[in-house]
């Protein structure tokens, strides 16, 4: 008893504490175990997209996955347009509108010549993608190994010194292979699977989202799949477009293919607004496909942060434009890009409105010739850089699930509403074949059971096609729209988009 009093005195004399050893936050013990809702999307979209995409998923993952991020610029018709334009082309950018018309000028005079000549990737672009392959090889290692951890490395050898290596080499262990690399091999219990054509709403209703293990994500995908398959036969006229029109105030400026240069900050003009807007560089498509004249009467359905909504101000087409957006907060944004832009030059004061409600809802019927509806979704790009309001964050699982279902409501009323005669643009950043052409065919059979209203679909690949220079278009067995996949060269997007006109 005097031993263990003794002790107690001589740490108390000293100041040492009794605590419980445990690892600090950047250790690797405690890091191998966070799985962040970027892993997850990531996850999601090897598995959903792989299937979709094939081999071509591989080269889009990559371009999604590299921090630059390619940009345009739209020149500010109310700064100093002829200034502007003048250093952006300094800078080495060039006018879209100008290579468009090049373009289609070859193709017209000799369509049998002219094909998108593929470049040869140089040194540094090589090297380049080995750099992203490497850094995401080198975190996966030490996600699983501690910091001081020595990883070893392979070097292989010649084919003629091949064999003498292995002889001289000693006998190696068998390679103890995952379970989940051998499930092909391995009888499972089925009786304990989910299988995804079980009603899981009353689950949904009891038990938390981040309690379903194992197949959670391939659970809600197949449900979409499962409930978009009823507008997939539906059928609809679809008729080509053979050109892309271009409105005269419309300046867009762009990088050329492999040029990776970035456009600096734009800065304030004599007029007081600034000279350029960036954005996406796939972000004009939906815009350019309204095919946009004087006197129309806008309204852009879920416009924050306002890009869409700035590009069409630009053209000075609208004789009315509608920018609505859901909540306050959406609308202040709107209201900031507007007031960096446009800060009430013009006559614009009595023409453009910000409004703020459900898209849903919308009940002006025959009012609008043209809406555009760039719906939420699951924004592919921002889920693998950002963690910030992730949709793949456990606690958001059932409003992922439900996004074609209020993509399709939003497309559906516009479809309801826009004018007889008048264009309906529908479109998203996203690469999921069910919130594009899914929610299109969802949308298009619900308006003709509900309204007997007769729609027809855009064929826009003969107007896009001189644009092949600048984005990579690929069907993937698109029935409505299209889309514009990233690359290495022009690393934007993706952007989906679908041109519907309403005819009856």
Known sequence: MTYLFNRLVFRNFIGVHVVRFSHKAEHWSVIRKKKTSMDKALKHFDEFYGDVYGKSWQDIKTALLMEDHKYAAIVNTYSDMDRI????????????????????????????????????????????????????????????????HVTPTFVETEDEDKDTAQVNQPSQPVEMKSIESNLNKIELDETRIIEPNVGLGGMYEFVPATKIKGMEDWILESQHYGYYKEGANFSVNVEEEAILTFPQYLNIYMFEEGNDSKFPPPRKGSTGVLDYYLMDGASILPVLALDLQPGDVVLDMCAAPGGKTLTILQ??????????????????????????????????????????????????????????????????????????????????????????????????????????????????????????DGVVGMALKKVWEETNSIMFVKDMSQALKPLRCLYRFDDYRLKYGHIAVPTLDNNWGPMYFCKIIRTR
């Open 315 to 436: 053209t000075l087409m609208p004789s009315t434009m509608v920018a609505n957006d859901i909540s306050k907060s959406r609308a202040d944004r709107i209201h900031k890009v507007i007031n960096q832009f446009l800060d009430d030059i013009g006559q614009w004061h009595d023409k453009l409105f910000v409004t703020q409600r459900d898209a849903r809802f919308i009940t002006e019927n025959d009012v609008y010739n043209k809406i555009l509806v760039d719906v939420p979704c699951t924004t592919d790009r921002h889920v693998l850089h950002s963690d910030e309001n992730n949709i793949f964050k456990p606690q958001r699982i059932r409003e992922r699930l439900q996004i074609p279902e209020l993509q399709a409501e939003i497309l559906a009323n516009a479809l309801k509403i826009v004018a007889v005669g008048g264009t309906v643009v529908y479109s998203t950043c996203s690469l999921s074949p069910i919130q594009n």
């Open 85 to 148: 334009k003048s250093e952006l082309e300094s800078q080495g950018a060039m006018n879209v509108k100008a290579i468009y018309e090049t373009y289609k000028e070859q193709i017209d005079t000799n369509p049998e010549r002219v094909k998108r000549k593929k470049k040869t990737k140089t040194s540094a672009r090589h090297h380049r993608v080995a750099s992203v392959v490497a850094d995401a090889q080198r975190s996966t290692v030490q996600s699983h190994y501690p910091e001081d």
